[in-house]
């Protein structure tokens, strides 16, 4: 059953829209962008005005506007928790030689917020605002370990990207179970772009999963004495974010 309200989910996605976008954006592109019609997106931005949460500049373009600032204040330990997050991926990269992220859930995916690569002219880790399904993964086992299996089967339902654990669930059941018995895991090429990865759940001082720190790099990376030592290295992390918590 969706328990969802539409015009709620339309609404953030709204939001979502002109946080992506430093200079705003027209009614007409965020009427297109969300899929919805003139008149929903006219009375969303008409209520988001209202409450200061928007503005609109002389060009006819909207952006966020102070009213949010109340919520941000309220967001503002976990964002010093990331900054000094950042810190960490750069000593894990320089330490294991091997590109890191954080990802964030929102929803049904999972998003790249912050990452850190070697020096050179590739990278594999995805780019920072790249959104991929929640449940796609070491990355997805990390975010959702604490939900019932139930749940879980349910958002594999509902994912409509053809990836592997769409096909076979048991790929992120046991993945999140292996999450939930050693607090990393790793998933050895098990996906669609061939690559090795481990990560870790991050926790907030309640104990909440608020993201996933994850190591990716090539198969090899990942084999004989370096597996032992990338489990090292995610745990230690995981357990500083949670000290400086």
């Not at 007409?28 to 969303?44: C, D, H, K, N, P």
């Not at 790793?186 to 669609?192: P, Q, S, T, V």
């Not at 994850?214 to 745990?235: Q, Y």
Request: net charge neutral; glycine share 6%; proline share 3%.
């Amino acid at each position: 059953m969706n328990n969802t309200i539409p015009a709620v989910d339309h609404t953030l996605q709204l939001l979502e829209v002109l946080s992506s976008r430093d200079d705003g954006a027209a009614q007409s592109v965020l009427q297109r962008e969300l899929g919805i019609s003139a008149s929903s997106t006219y009375r969303i931005l008409q209520t988001l005005l209202r409450h200061r949460w928007v503005k609109k500049d002389d060009r006819g373009c909207y952006t966020l506007d102070h009213g949010l600032l109340p919520l941000a204040h309220h967001c503002y330990h976990n964002m010093r928790i990331f900054e000094h997050a950042q810190f960490i991926l750069e000593r894990i990269t320089a330490e294991l030689r091997l590109s890191c992220k954080i990802s964030l859930r929102r929803g049904e995916e999972q998003t790249t917020i912050m990452r850190s690569e070697l020096p050179g002219p590739f990278a594999l880790a995805g780019k920072i605002g790249v959104s991929f399904p929640v449940v796609e993964g070491s990355v997805g086992a990390a975010l959702l370990y604490r939900e019932d299996n139930q749940t879980v089967l349910s958002l594999l339902e509902r994912c409509q990207v053809d990836i592997p654990e769409k096909h076979s669930p048991e790929l992120l059941l046991n993945s999140i179970q292996e999450v939930r018995e050693n607090g990393v895991v790793f998933n050895l090429r098990k996906n669609r772009w061939n690559i090795a990865a481990g990560s870790v759940p991050l926790h907030d001082r309640d104990r909440r999963v608020v993201a996933a720190l994850t190591v990716i790099g090539n198969l090899e990376d990942f084999s004989g004495k370096n597996i032992s030592l990338i489990r090292s290295a995610l745990l230690r992390a995981a357990q500083e974010c949670e000290t400086f918590n």
